[in-house]
Nanobody
Framework: VQVVESGGGLVQPGGSLRLSCAGSGMTFSRYIVRWYRQAPGKEREFVAIIGQSGSYTSTADSLKGRYTVSRDNANNMAWLQMNSLKPEDTAVYYC?????????WGQGTQVTVSS
């Protein structure tokens, strides 16, 4: 059982990225998916959440309007769409799948926003 993030990279300020979270070895639709990020020298912080069916989503207040979360249970995938990126969005982004009993974290994907 694992989750794997991908899609990070270097992007200019104002640009966009879409991060992917792929679940394997699990019934993905049973898991709530949360995204977190951790910038250098800072604590890990919550970014967004999406419920099992995808009907419930929420984004950290400071990121509302720029970040959106979605999922496709048929393909065991979740995504974090990030728009209007700023240098302060630079961080390692993590996906966590939670069943209420067990949490599975991915290894993280680096996002760097710089000109």
């Amino acid at each position: 059982v694992q989750v794997v993030e991908s899609g990070g990279g270097l992007v200019q300020p104002g640009g966009s990225l879409r991060l992917s979270c792929a679940g394997s070895g699990m019934t993905f639709s049973r898991y709530i998916v949360r995204w977190y990020r951790q910038a250098p020298g800072k604590e890990r912080e919550f970014v967004a959440i999406i419920g099992q069916s995808g009907s419930y989503t929420s984004t950290a207040d400071s990121l509302k309007g720029r970040y959106t979360v979605s999922r496709d249970n048929a393909n065991n995938m979740a995504w974090l769409q990030m728009n209007s990126l700023k240098p302060e969005d630079t961080a390692v982004y993590y996906c966590k799948a939670s069943s209420g009993v067990t949490d599975y974290w991915g290894q993280g994907t680096q996002v760097t926003v710089s000109s």
